[in-house]
């Protein structure tokens, strides 16, 4: 497990990182918490001639209360971002999606921006980011610019980003007083999920006034499964009534089959999951 | 008389913490991979990515002309030199047996097999070479598919015209131990119960902790070789015979080992080249393994078809057994090999009064890495076999299976017992363990809550899961060996040396990989010799030091190495009772030895045995005729095998909607006989528990349509960690084994060979009302949700894994 030999370089600004990333272009990876780019290196999966470590750079890391909205900066570890209040009372979704994520030595080297840019479609982060409506600030030698995340996830490991490009933070708008849950299906703990559901809601009484609902591993990308959100809005909050929203989670959805399993098994448990995410998001879990 | 301040505490049986622990732990040790000698160079394999290909040509000249690189080796290179790997066990006279280099030179029969070896100043440089070398192939069909390679419909190996290896049979009837099988299954077919089930037993890779790595020394006298091995004696042995080098001129060293169970006790390709390598170019070479390599091309285990026909009487009481494997040995027959489900054939009985009994195993050759010896070889199978088909008996005739394990099992007082397939067990109880694991278990409480959540139609619901498994361990009587064809006998040495200043040193043959033999032994010595724990030193792993030795697997260090080691002791007890009668002026008749002293019978004059080791040593005064020495050694062959057998009961809660198995119980109480130490054996236990659990839900080893390990990084091989088990309730009933002094039993593979049965017995019951009678392992939760659906077994796995990695280029973050 010895990667081949690499220059490294880890510059203290956006701006150095940038013109190291304008220098090298197809010749570098940007490396920010490792956890998924050092096991590439490792296995000899790639062999970039450049790794530019975002490592040292300070304004990359941190979460800023922005009004309406969390900056979560790129480089702000799993760990950091779990353990904040902020993150708790804003973003609960966020904070219970953490806490399913990996293993606790990967959530403090691993990284929140880092772990979106790679866009595993099993990454616990993506359909969280997604169902919340998150914006990705993204900074390239011509500036900055915003991306929904609508647009943000494009394929398998694919994202908005350019090759010229840093993602530098992420903004959570803020969903005060909204339940939230994580239903990850694993079949040992420290593997990726099969499927996993993310799913937060406004209540208004014993009904559910609002929901969102992201979806892990049901496709290339994360997805939102919107006919269910669509036929939650109203909906009273019991077994019965969520299950029949529930039904509809796998609409329009493309999941992989592998040795975890196929593909229709994999829509049958995002229903089964959404169901289950939904009721403990509510608080009748 | 000594005065002890404290009552006669022994050492054997207290839960002594572990001596090895401390510097194991920490991994402050000599791993091979640790060792860094003068001029050192390093090797890295170039593997074939195909499963079955010609080898067209080789270009190394990139590779040679790279950095710090030393040479750049292929099989045709090392030519005959390189030795060859050994199958220690033609299961049958006329087995057909491919040859097999370590580097082969001209076709290559399962993807990772070494092609060329790349020799560098560092590991690094050498990796990087290793890329360069250009490798041609002439892709050949592959025999992947074990049922297909049976048929021979591709061949494994054209030359030899079959890809089946052997055909390896017992009959009762044949054997004049029982009745005629076939008999027995016409009556019943016409007026009793027939069971007929077929069961996959998957592939497995035993992914022990550490990779393995092999440093060899070609400077001095002799050539010494260090290596994470199980086996340093049968390495030696193995070495020496296929390469020529005389043995003498040869020194094996496993220093510490990081786990092997079984995966070690190969003479690997690797070593072989290495020491090839080492020779040629007159330097010191380490190879270490990377993880992946170890995945693909380490020795796997399991991977059995069993088809299998259950004679009973409409009461219950089993009249015959037959039973038909299909063995994957894949690509080439490794140490054991074949003889793997050999040793199981013993053992499909179990703990049963079976009248008449038939196994053949048909042992077939494909392109995929090799299999062998993993925890348990051959008597998991065998136990997975019986204990399954014991839960379908008592399903079909309606009643709890342990009532009918119970109407078939041997009783108590019937020991000692000859079975069917001709073993005699010297001792057990399985009714005393059976009582006790249901106390634990709170059988009866379970079985009420399963009936409630059926009754409600619950979401979840409860199953309960039975394994009364026995097992044949401490390899192995030489004698017996010797019938079966096996190329070495079973015995085992030791050694025990009294220094001059009161301390012993212990030498064992038996090399440990983890399992706590420098604690266990010590105990063992402390008692009889009546030292103090701390005062032994157990040495082994070392051909030098260790000069004669068999090695560490089946269960055997304790009931074999350890009788040995009794025996040596009582032999320095014996060589030193002349001089202590001569140094206290008694009669030898009139001495009496024990808490480590002689003293004279009647008076209050004594002598420790540690005095008597330094008088020796001075040798000033011992009596004529008498050796200056009262060190010692014994070399144990066993008499029978050993029989540790024990009752699991396992229970698992399976969400119906999902399919997800998730254990609520798990209790089990083994009869392993007397206990040396009881945190050692729960160690052992538990270690066993999970790996056999794993089988049952987790494990696989997986390759898809090209041949390809689809399950090659720990992120597709599902092995589980203590996040994924829970606390297991353990006890234990005993009854001494009759046929070693110390009356202990094997307990290193017993929690493997109990557990997986009882693991999917409790998934099967709680399915039942589903109509499922079968769900196929690992019990995936897509699996048990498909026999949900449709009362199958949850059909085949996927052959593909999901990248978790972008292999693409740019510079995504």
């Not at chain 2, 796997?300 to 259950?310: A, K, M, P, V, Y």
């Amino acid at each position: 497990m010895i990667p081949a030999a690499f220059e490294y370089v880890a510059p203290a600004s956006v701006e150095e990182a940038l013109a190291a990333l304008a220098e090298h272009g197809d010749d570098a990876k940007i490396i920010a918490g490792g956890q998924s780019l050092l096991p590439v290196l490792r296995m000899r999966l790639n062999a970039p001639e450049w790794v530019i470590d975002l490592g040292r750079i300070a304004s990359l890391r941190g979460i800023r209360d922005g009004g309406d909205h969390l900056a979560i900066g790129a480089m702000t570890t799993h760990h950091d971002v779990g353990q904040d209040p902020l993150v708790h009372e804003h973003a609960l979704l966020v904070s219970k999606a953490i806490t399913h994520l990996a293993d606790a030595q990967v959530r403090h080297r691993g990284t929140f921006g880092g772990a979106l840019a790679h866009a595993d479609p099993a990454g616990d982060l993506g359909a969280p980011a997604l169902a919340l409506g998150s914006t990705f600030v993204v900074q390239g030698p011509g500036g900055t610019r915003e991306v929904p995340a609508e647009e943000f996830f494009v394929d398998l490991f694919e994202t908005a980003i350019s090759e010229d490009e840093i993602l530098t933070e992420v903004r959570v708008p803020k969903h005060d007083g909204w339940g939230a849950a994580y239903e990850k299906f694993v079949r040992i703990a420290h593997q990726w999920p099969i499927v996993a559901v993310a799913a937060t809601v406004r209540m208004d009484g014993d009904a559910i006034a609002e929901a969102r609902v992201g979806l892990t591993n049901m496709g290339s990308t994360p997805v939102r499964a919107r006919a269910t959100e669509a036929a939650l809005s109203g909906v009273p909050a019991t077994e019965e009534g969520v299950a029949a929203a529930a039904a509809l989670a796998a609409e329009g959805t493309n999941p992989p089959s592998d040795l975890n399993g196929d593909a229709d098994y994999r829509r049958h448990l995002a229903t089964v999951l959404t169901r289950r995410a939904v009721l403990t998001a509510a608080g009748r879990g | 008389m000594t005065a002890t301040q404290e009552p006669a505490q022994g050492e054997i049986g207290r839960d002594r913490r572990r001596k090895e622990d401390q510097r194991l732990i920490t991994g402050r040790t000599r791993w091979t991979d640790n060792i860094t000698l003068p001029g050192m160079l390093h090797l890295a394999m170039v593997r074939s990515p195909f499963p079955h290909a010609r080898i067209t040509s080789i270009d190394t000249a990139a590779a040679k002309g790279a950095p710090n690189v030393v040479a750049v080796l292929t099989g045709a290179d090392l030519g005959e030199g390189q030795g060859a790997c050994i199958n220690a066990w033609p299961v049958v006279p006329d087995q057909v047996t491919p040859a097999h280099l370590p580097m082969p030179t001209d076709r290559v029969a399962f993807a990772g097999e070494t092609v060329a070896v790349v020799v560098a100043r560092s590991a690094a440089e050498a990796r990087d070479a290793a890329e360069l070398v250009e490798v041609d192939y002439e892709e050949l069909p592959a025999a992947l598919d074990l049922k297909e390679a049976a048929a021979n419909t591709v061949l494994a190996h054209p030359d030899l015209g079959t890809n089946v290896s052997a055909v390896w049979r017992f009959d009762s009837a044949e054997a004049g131990t029982g009745g005629d099988v076939e008999q027995a299954i016409a009556e019943a077919r016409e007026n009793g119960i027939v069971i007929e089930r077929e069961y996959r037993q998957q592939r497995l890779i035993p992914a022990f902790m550490e990779p393995r790595s092999v440093v060899v020394d070609p400077t001095g006298e002799q050539i010494t070789v260090w290596s994470a091995t199980q086996v340093p004696h049968i390495l030696r042995f193995a070495i020496a015979a296929t390469t020529g080098v005389p043995e003498s001129k040869i020194r094996v060293i496993a220093p510490d080992v990081g786990g092997g169970f079984g995966g070690k006790l190969q003479q690997t390709p690797e070593e072989m080249i290495a020491f090839a390598v080492a020779r040629r170019l007159g330097k010191p070479v380490k190879f270490t393994e990377t993880r992946s390599e170890s995945l693909l091309t380490a020795h796997h285990g399991r991977d059995q078809w069993q088809r299998l026909t259950l004679a009973a009487t409409k009461d219950g009481h089993v009249t015959g057994l037959k039973v038909d494997l299909l063995a994957d040995l894949g690509a080439y027959v490794a140490i054991v090999g074949g003889g793997v489900p050999v040793l199981g054939a013993f053992m499909f009985n179990a703990i049963y009064k079976f009248p008449a009994y038939q196994f053949q195993t048909t042992n077939v050759l494909t392109n995929k890495t090799w299999t062998d010896a993993y925890r348990g070889a051959g008597r998991p199978e065998a136990t997975f076999a019986i204990e399954r088909l014991m839960d379908e008996l008592a399903h079909e005739l309606g009643k709890d299976p342990l009532e009918v394990r119970e109407m078939n099992w041997i009783k108590h007082e019937e020991f000692p017992f000859t079975t069917v397939a001709g073993l005699e067990y010297d001792s057990g109880n399985y009714e005393a363990a059976t009582a006790r694991a249901k106390e634990m278990f709170g059988y009866d409480a379970l079985r009420a809550e399963q009936a409630d959540r059926r009754a409600r139609g619950d979401r979840v619901q409860l199953g309960l899961g039975v394994s009364t498994f026995t097992e044949m361990c401490g390899l192995a009587p030489s004698r017996v060996l010797g019938s079966l064809n096996y190329g070495a006998g079973g015995w085992e040495h030791a050694e025990v040396r009294m220094l001059a200043t009161g301390k012993v040193e212990v030498v064992t043959g038996a090399s440990a990989h983890g399992q706590g033999h420098e604690t266990a032994f010590s105990q063992i010595v402390a008692d009889r010799l009546g030292v103090p724990f701390e005062d032994v030193e157990v040495l082994h792993g070392d051909t030098q030091i260790s000069h004669k030795g068999l090695d560490t697997y089946g269960s055997r260090s304790l009931v074999v190495g350890g009788e040995a080691l009794v025996r040596a002791v009582d032999k320095v007890i014996e060589k030193a009772r002349p001089v202590a009668a001569h140094l206290l002026e008694a009669s030898a008749d009139d001495l009496e030895f024990s808490d480590g002293r002689f003293t004279v019978r009647g008076t209050d004059q004594g002598m420790a045995i540690t005095e008597i080791a330094t008088a020796v040593f001075a040798a000033h005064n011992l009596p004529d005729g008498v050796e200056a020495s009262i060190d010692s050694e014994a070399t144990y062959d066993p008499v029978n095998f050993n029989y540790p057998h024990g009752t699991h009961l396992c229970a698992v809660e399976i969400d119906t909607e999902t399919g997800q198995v998730r254990m609520r119980k798990y209790a089990c109480c083994d009869d392993i006989g007397n206990v040396i130490n009881p945190l050692i054996v729960s160690g052992q236990v538990h270690g066993g528990l999970v790996q056999g659990i794993a089988q049952a839900l987790w494990e696989e080893a997986v390759y898809d349509d090209n041949g390809t390990l689809v399950t090659g990084s720990f992120v597709d091989y599902l092995l589980p960690t203590a996040a994924d088990t829970i606390s297991f309730d353990l006890d234990h009933t005993t009854s001494p084994a009759t046929t070693n002094s110390l009356g202990t039993k094997g307990v290193g593979e017993a929690g493997t060979i109990a557990s997986t049965p009882a693991v999917v017995n409790a998934v099967v019951d709680a399915l039942r009302p589903y109509g499922v009678h079968d769900v196929a392992m690992p019990c995936t939760p897509e699996r048990v949700w498909r026999a949900i659906n449709s009362g199958g077994s949850g059909g085949e796995t996927t052959q593909a894994a999901a990248p978790h990695f972008d292999e693409s280029e740019g510079a995504a973050q």
